[in-house]
């Protein structure tokens, strides 16, 4: 249509360094296209290692300047963004949709979400302080304060394209750090918006620079390798994540990991079953699973088992596939046919050893890299598809009859993001607070992620936390002055 068009057009299409708008070094250009049809929708500047290091020179340049700048002069411009997102929330939210595929109302709980984070970190930007004291043999003053970390990396992925760059972008400018963002490189558009709008609000040059590009790996090693580099903060795979832990190793170069996720969802047999399929909607079915707080593995009570996998086969049939944009649409498409050969060979896999499907498990034909909802059950201990994260809209029904069984097996898994549980009885509520290996743990709700909250995982899933009181600590550095007194 029209608007897509116009608002397509108005997304600028070239690298943000140093507060301009540049091409491209090397003529080559990124494509980004619809997932929903496969079609192009945008081609961006596709920026080489040596455009990297140029918006690094940038943001060194303006790192200085940037962390003396008072904070609330940073937290200012940061309210000021949030603002100006939420006069534009429409247009964002039919970006999200058109590069990333979720429907519209999804895309719209997103631009919410993810412009939290600038409210947030507006609000947090003043509020960080250090401590001071007399030290134990009364000689001195022990004074602690922070300080920037100084110029920041920060890689994105493309599941979600708003929240995952705010909620970097925001504590990062918070602290009085520069920062350097390269957004995944099949939603780049959504980052690129992001930047126009933080230029409308006058941001400083070299305080965000944008860089595009299909040479996520070269262009990011480059980048890693320099000295001046401070801060390294990624989301997306453990496997890209463990590459890039290496690669920070060589500098020392300090980094937050935000990675995969296999979480548990638990029913037990005192649960509310109604609040309970409400709750596995959410967790798996919102973004079409793409999420890696996704459920990946529902543990239910064998008591309750049969009923709880009726009454969700039944919400996730109503689900209708389609367009984003749509009206009506449940469910949008998968990021790219690869994604969805990967969830149909998982689910095949689960079939070959003894699953049953309830509801879907084909691919959607026709055009767009859609995939049915699908619920399995009787999936085999050490199916693929229970230790893999599926990052598609398949759940999987694992029964289980003891609270220390449910348990081990919740716990059973390099992984540690996110596990859902629902139980009605306080002290085993409680109980699993305390017995589950996981970052963070949503007790009767299908959905954790705040603005306001500390998100992060233990294990393999990652390190440091993003949000809350904490999630500013991650862009900064604690200073101690030792002040003789006696
Ligand atoms: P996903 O499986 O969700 O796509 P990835 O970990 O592959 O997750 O991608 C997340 C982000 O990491 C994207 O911005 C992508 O471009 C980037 N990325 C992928 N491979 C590398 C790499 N070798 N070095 C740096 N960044 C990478």
Known sequence: ??????????????????????????????????????LLLKRVADATP???????????????????????????????????????????????????????PEAAGEVAYGGEFLRWFAEEAVRVSGRYGTNPDGTGQMVVSRK?????????????????????????????CTVVVKPAELTPLTTLFLAGLLEEVGLPSGVLNIIT???????????????????????????????????????????????????PFVVFDDADLDKAVD?????????????CTAANRFLVHSSVAAEFARCLAVRVSELRPGRGTEPGVGIGPLITDGAVDAVDELVQDA??????????????????????????????????????????????????????????????????????????????????????????????VGAVSDAAAPFGGVKQSGLGREGGLEGIHEYLSTKYTLVQTG
């Open 351 to 444: 079939v070959s050893h003894g699953a049953a499907i309830v509801t879907g498990g084909r691919r959607v034909a026709g055009p767009g890299s859609f995939y049915e909802p699908t619920v399995l059950t009787g999936v085999p201990a050490g199916s693929r598809i229970l230790q893999h994260e599926i990052f598609g809209p398949v759940a999987t029904i694992v029964e289980f009859d003891t609270e220390t069984e449910a348990v081990r097996l919740a716990n059973d898994t390099e992984y540690g993001l996110v596990a859902y549980v629902h139980t009605e009885g306080l002290a085993r509520g409680q109980r699993m607070i305390a017995a589950l290996e996981t970052g963070m743990m949503g007790l009767n």
């Open 50 to 104: 040596d455009d990297g290091v140029s918006a690094l020179d940038a943001a060194v340049a303006a790192s200085a300047e940037w962390a003396a700048t008072a904070p609330r002069v940073r937290g200012e411009l940061l309210r000021s963004a949030f603002d100006l997102l939420q006069q534009r929330r429409d247009e964002v939210a039919l970006l999200i949709t058109l590069e990333m595929g979720k429907p519209l």
């Open 148 to 176: 920037p970390v100084g110029p920041c990396y920060l890689i994105t992925p493309w599941n979600f394209p708003l929240a995952m760059a705010t909620r970097k972008i925001a504590p990062a400018l918070a602290a009085g």
């Open 1 to 38: 249509t029209r608007t897509e068009a116009e608002l397509l057009a108005s997304v600028p299409d070239g690298l943000f360094i140093g507060g301009r708008w540049v091409r491209a070094s090397a003529d080559r250009t990124l494509d980004v296209f619809d997932p929903a049809t496969g």
């Open 213 to 263: 590009t299909t040479d996520a790996a070269g262009v990011s090693e480059r980048i890693i390798a320099d000295p001046r580099l401070r801060k390294l903060s990624f989301t997306g795979s453990t496997r890209v994540g463990r590459i890039l832990m290496k690669q920070a190793a060589d500098t020392v170069l300090r980094t937050s990991m935000e990675l995969g996720g296999n979480a």
């Open 279 to 291: 709750g596995a909607m959410l967790a798996k079915f919102r973004n079409a699973g793409q999420a």
